[in-house]
């Protein structure tokens, strides 16, 4: 079977803004293609026997699975050929096997996930509806589709009143909410939705609506509707404007916002450091790619040049610093997280150009 792509009504709106096709991995120079290859096989070595990852310590090991079997899906293998076919399919059965009855993916009884076991749902999630349409045999295939619904039906019921998700369900979190889970849930939903999965739209229609109060007048993103506390800072934004772009979602007041306040808040291609920066740009690089050459332009017809973003002014930068700061072992150590969490997002980064997950594609 082949891979699942978008629906032809969302192919229509990307391309509206876009106005190009996905581009090309043959663009890649052969500096960054030896750094993917490179990062990928570390990858792949790091994954333990039983198909997991983990970030320091073994913690968050359902959201590294997730994001180590997405990079490898984004090289171009799946469950059924490829150099990394083996690595997905042990990442696949090992976060089936830790389904739970109430549809949630992850272990709640792990120390390391039991306050924040939704990053990880929406994370799996987001894996396993990529790889749902690869899978031939019948058995295996119902297995997984009965995985998807219930992990959906799930999101559903821990979603709280005013739209969004906390690091637990809605009943174990007292009804907290915050922007960055909410994000994370809204693209595994959309992924799923890709898919073929019934996704309720009152559940899409409900996250939207809690992004769009959380938005304030400049652009940023208050940290938790439930607490009303201070702004989430670009980070927040960036994600949120990835989930908006995903979805199809261009031309809504609060994306302009998002992009406008990103497009001066967020550092490109910078030695130093900064708040949740790996987290940023693994979103800020899929809105980005996902904007392309003119997407920025036809949304600010009246802009400036030298204000438009673009994903080579982006892509030049940011890829020029990712070079320089791999480690000889083809990994990224730079974060407190683990090598695992920084090797995945900037391997996620560095293939967007191969477009061949439907989430991430133009």
Same mark, same amino acid.
């Given at each position: 079977?082949?891979r ?5 009504? $969302?192919?229509v709106?990307?391309?509206?803004? *876009?106005?190009e ?8 120079s052969?500096?960054v293609r030896? &750094?993917?290859?490179?990062?990928? &096989? +570390? ?9 997991? +990852?983990e !970030? ?13 079997g997405?990079?490898? $899906?984004?090289e ?5 050929e490829?150099k990394y ?8 059965? +090992?976060?089936?096997d830790?389904?739970?009855r109430?549809?949630l ?5 792990n120390?390391?996930e039991?306050s924040?076991? %939704? ?7 987001l894996?396993? !509806?990529s790889?749902?349409g690869?899978?031939e ?5 119902k297995?997984?589709e ?10 559903g019921? &821990? ?5 969004? #998700?906390?690091?637990v *369900?809605?009943? /174990?979190?007292?009804?907290f ?10 693209q ?15 559940v ?6 809690? $992004?769009? /109060?959380? %938005? ?17 800072g670009p980070a $927040?934004? !960036?994600?949120?404007?990835a989930?908006?772009?995903n979805?199809?979602?261009?031309? *809504?007041p609060?994306?302009?916002? #998002?992009?406008n ?8 291609g ?6 949740? /920066? ?12 996902i904007?392309?050459?003119?997407g920025y ?10 204000e438009?973003? %673009? #994903?080579?002014?982006?892509r ?6 990712l ?5 000889? /072992?083809?990994? +990224?150590? *730079?974060?407190?997280?683990?090598s ?14 191969n ?5 991430y594609?133009?």
């Amino acid at each position: 079977m082949k891979r699942l792509f978008l629906t032809v009504g $969302l192919v229509v709106a990307i391309l509206a803004i *876009s106005g190009e096709p996905r581009a090309s991995a043959d663009e890649l120079s052969p500096e960054v293609r030896k &750094a993917i290859d490179k990062g990928l &096989a +570390w990858v792949a070595k790091s994954q333990a026997r039983d198909g997991h +990852w983990e !970030a320091q310590g073994g913690q968050y090991p359902t959201t590294m699975t997730a994001l180590g079997g997405m990079v490898l $899906l984004m090289e171009g293998s799946t469950l059924r050929e490829g150099k990394y076919s083996e690595n997905i399919r042990r990442a696949v059965d +090992w976060l089936v096997d830790r389904s739970q009855r109430n549809g949630l993916l992850g272990n709640p009884n792990n120390p390391t996930e039991s306050s924040r076991y %939704t990053y990880g749902h929406g994370y799996a999630l987001l894996f396993l !509806a990529s790889v749902y349409g690869e899978e031939e045999d019948a058995d295996r295939r119902k297995k997984l589709e009965d995985v998807l619904t219930r992990a959906v039906e799930f999101c559903g019921k &821990a979603q709280t009143t005013r739209g969004g #998700w906390g690091y637990v *369900s809605s009943a /174990d979190g007292n009804g907290f909410d915050e922007g960055s889970t909410t994000i994370t849930q809204l693209q595994a939903l959309r992924a799923a939705r890709n898919a073929g999965i019934i996704v309720p739209k009152s559940v899409i229609d409900g996250a939207n609506k809690y $992004l769009k /109060d959380a %938005t304030t007048e400049k652009g940023s993103i208050i940290y938790s509707l439930a607490q009303g506390r201070h702004e989430g800072g670009p980070a $927040l934004v !960036a994600a949120a404007l990835a989930g908006s772009f995903n979805a199809g979602e261009y031309n *809504s007041p609060q994306a302009k916002k #998002w992009l406008n306040y990103c497009r001066t808040a967020i550092p490109i291609g910078q030695a130093g450091r900064f708040g949740h /920066d790996e987290y940023t740009h693994y979103y800020y690089a899929q809105a980005l790619y996902i904007l392309g050459e003119n997407g920025y332009e036809k949304l600010f017809p009246n802009s400036k040049p030298e204000e438009h973003m %673009t #994903w080579s002014k982006y892509r030049k930068p940011m890829f020029e610093h990712l070079l320089k700061t791999q480690t000889s /072992d083809g990994s +990224w150590n *730079s974060g407190h997280i683990g090598s695992i969490f920084s090797t995945a997002v900037n391997l996620t980064i560095l293939q967007l150009d191969n477009g061949t997950l439907p989430i991430y594609q133009r």
